[in-house]
């Protein structure tokens, strides 16, 4: 025997012998599991040289033995829609065995780390182990409780509207407008759980919507509206009606109003005469005053369409006719004109063509 070979046997004496020893080895790295909530995780942990030492599967983060070999050990087990919460399986040859554990309906608590241990018989301390991540994934939930739901402001101030969500991974957020304006910032959409409303303006009243989303289905959605203090404008369909005398006939005036708090409306007019001045009107055989509750597609948001009828019209009908809008921001009052048509004609009926 030459040195070369002593060398060659004192190599493989010191590098071989330890290792075939027979010790039990986890031969490859516990793969990150990623499932829903509600779902099944499948951790697996391979082992070469297990002989009739045992297996061990443990949850670090509760410090809980779930299992020995193919055996649950856990008291609690529960059996849910006929499979047991926690099962292990075992594969392969007896050189190369994996012992797959088994999570069903997964919880968030459930989530974290999970090790394999291998305990060497006739040695207290001997023991190898491996550990691999288990990522319980939670679509979104808005938290109503601190979300944002209504926003009234002055104009000018600053405010903010919150979006607050959870979920695994945590959700990102994104705030658009329900009537497709721009949002305070001059673009479509904000990203972020707080949306600045800074020096409120009316263009920012209307309704907000803020979905959460991290790629788990179904992303969660929430509305806030925004509301901003402001004195009454009003505006008309038309600033003057003409309709004739004496024939039964309706006058119909409309005007359309907005501010917030919501204005009190009421109607007034010119009368000559006695009375002379600006009176009231007041819903009466001559009058009915209507408040248009179903959206009209005319109406721009926050807008409240009133109308007035003068029925019967007579001559000392014709005069000014006022709106008037009132909150507690202010005023305002905007004036249509009655005046008398001549009628002197009656509809021609429809005529109607026959081919026989
Ligand atoms: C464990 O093995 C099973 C069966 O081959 C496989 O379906 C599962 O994805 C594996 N788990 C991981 C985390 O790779
Ligand atoms: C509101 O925000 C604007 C812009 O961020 C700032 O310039 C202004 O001073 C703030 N106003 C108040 C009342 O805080
Ligand atoms: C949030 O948005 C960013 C940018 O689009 C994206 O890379 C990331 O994956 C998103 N996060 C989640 C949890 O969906």
């Not at 829903?36 to 983060?61: S, Y």
């Not at 721009?182 to 303006?201: E, F, H, I, K």
């Not at 919507?209 to 925004?226: Q, S, T, Y």
Request: aromatic share 8%; with cysteine; proline share 5%.
């Amino acid at each position: 025997m030459g040195i070369f070979d002593v060398l060659v046997f004192v190599i493989v004496v010191l590098f071989a012998g330890p290792i075939s020893g027979q010790d039990p080895e986890i031969v490859d790295d516990i793969l990150p599991e990623v499932q829903r909530v509600g779902g099944t995780a499948r951790l697996n942990c391979t082992v070469a040289n297990k002989q009739t030492n045992n297996l061990f599967w443990i949850h670090d983060d509760s410090g809980e033995v779930i299992s020995m070999d193919r055996t649950v050990t856990l008291q609690i087990n529960p059996m849910i829609g006929g499979l047991r919460k926690y099962e292990v399986f075992k594969r392969g040859p007896a050189d190369r065995q994996t012992y797959m554990l088994v999570i069903r309906r997964l919880r968030q608590q459930d989530a974290g780390r999970y090790t394999c241990q291998i305990k060497i018989q006739n040695d207290n301390l001997g023991q190898v182990e491996k550990t691999g991540k288990l990522t319980v994934q939670v679509p979104p939930k808005i938290r109503p409780g601190d979300t944002t739901t209504l926003v009234e402001t002055d104009q000018q101030q600053n405010s903010s509207l919150v979006c607050a969500a959870m979920g695994i991974p945590l959700p990102n957020i994104t705030w658009t407008r329900l009537d497709g304006k721009a949002l305070p910032n001059g673009y479509s959409q904000y990203r972020g759980a707080v949306l600045p409303l800074n020096m409120a303006t009316t263009d920012h009243m209307g309704v907000y919507r803020c979905v959460a989303d991290n790629n788990i289905k179904p992303p969660d959605e929430h509305l806030c509206e925004v509301r901003v203090f402001h004195a009454p404008a009003a505006r008309t369909v038309q600033n003057s009606v003409g309709q004739a005398q004496n024939r039964r006939f309706t006058a119909r005036l409309d005007c359309i109003v907005n501010g917030y708090p919501r204005p009190n409306v009421r109607w007034e007019r010119i009368v000559s005469g006695v009375r002379e001045g600006r009176v009231q009107l007041t819903d009466n055989d001559f009058f009915t005053i209507t408040k248009q509750t179903t959206d009209n597609q005319n109406l721009m948001s926050g807008e409240q369409w009133y109308t007035l009828k003068i029925r019967n019209v007579r001559a000392n009908d014709y005069t000014d006719y006022f709106c008037i809008a009132e909150n507690n921001k202010g005023t305002t009052s905007i004036m249509i004109t009655l005046f008398g048509e001549l009628y002197n004609s009656i509809p021609s009926l429809p005529v109607i063509n026959r081919t026989v």
